[in-house]
């Protein structure tokens, strides 16, 4: 923006500019570091009980070894659950929650979005593109997960993408959709910038050299 071009804006209105932009840089990290010091210091205090008097009584603080704690033994279970032994054990309490009415229906829940999450850090979308949709000269962005197999492309016979169009502002939703791979244009933007984009509605574009 010019000096020109300031000039003519009013006084108010850049400073409620300069405002909502400093509102955006500042609010992100100043919630990540307040969610940051509330779960350590919330595992520190789960944790408390079973940390020696010998160290509760050093003069220096130990933030944080409630999480180191935690980590260990999340680290130890996985170990275990990769064994026979372990997987036995696992299958045996899940065996016993899927006999409870209420409790079965929120462990599932929970271990499917788990899950999930887990399959997505080794399993990442193969790249983004945009289509028409929902209807022509209407354009969306989608994630390509794999290219239509078994009947679905046995059926159609095209050459189909299985695309993620996920809604906004919560990209967790979304559809699943078949494109045929010659109506789809692909971009060169990251799976991690068409995730910025969409959850902010547009606002936060990836940078274009």
Same mark, same amino acid.
């Given at each position: 923006? #010019?000096?020109?071009?300031?000039?003519?804006?009013? /006084?108010?209105?850049?400073?409620?500019?300069?405002?909502?932009?400093?509102?955006?840089?500042?609010?992100?990290?100043?919630?990540?570091?307040?969610?940051?010091?509330? %779960?350590?210091? #919330?595992? +520190? @205090?789960?944790? #408390?009980?079973? !940390?020696? *008097?010998?160290?509760?009584? @050093?003069?220096?603080?130990?933030?944080?070894?409630?999480?180191?704690? @935690?980590l260990i033994i999340l $680290?130890?279970?996985?170990?275990?659950?990769? *064994?026979?032994?372990?997987?036995? !054990?696992? =299958?045996?309490?899940?065996? /016993?929650?899927?006999?409870?009415?209420?409790i079965r229906n929120i462990?599932?829940?929970?271990?499917?979005? %788990?899950? $999930?999450?887990? $399959? =997505? @850090?080794?399993?990442?979308?193969?790249?983004?593109?945009?289509?028409?949709?929902?209807?022509?000269?209407?354009?969306? /962005?989608?994630?390509?997960?794999?290219?239509?197999?078994?009947? !679905?492309?046995?059926?159609?016979? +095209?050459?189909?993408?299985?695309? %993620?169009?996920?809604?906004?502002?919560?990209?967790? #939703?979304?559809?699943?959709? %078949?494109?045929?791979?010659?109506?789809?244009? =692909?971009?060169?933007?990251?799976?991690?910038?068409?995730?910025?984009?969409?959850?902010?509605?547009? !606002?936060?574009?990836? *940078? =274009?050299?």
């Open positions: 923006m #010019s000096n020109e071009t300031q000039q003519k804006i009013p /006084l108010i209105r850049r400073l409620r500019t300069y405002f909502l932009t400093g509102l955006v840089v500042a609010a992100p990290i100043a919630i990540t570091i307040w969610v940051a010091i509330w %779960f350590i210091e #919330s595992v +520190d @205090s789960w944790f #408390s009980p079973f !940390i020696p *008097n010998s160290l509760k009584d @050093s003069p220096y603080s130990l933030p944080g070894l409630g999480v180191i704690a @935690s $680290t130890g279970l996985g170990a275990l659950t990769a *064994n026979i032994f372990g997987k036995t !054990i696992l =299958q045996f309490g899940e065996n /016993l929650l899927d006999r409870v009415p209420v462990y599932g829940a929970l271990k499917q979005i %788990f899950e $999930t999450v887990a $399959t =997505q @850090s080794n399993k990442n979308f193969k790249g983004v593109v945009l289509f028409e949709y929902p209807r022509k000269d209407i354009w969306a /962005l989608g994630f390509v997960t794999t290219d239509a197999k078994g009947e !679905i492309a046995d059926k159609k016979g +095209d050459d189909l993408l299985c695309i %993620f169009a996920p809604t906004t502002p919560n990209p967790t #939703s979304g559809y699943l959709l %078949f494109v045929p791979r010659e109506d789809t244009i =692909q971009m060169d933007m990251t799976v991690e910038e068409a995730a910025k984009l969409i959850i902010s509605a547009g !606002i936060v574009v990836p *940078n =274009q050299d």
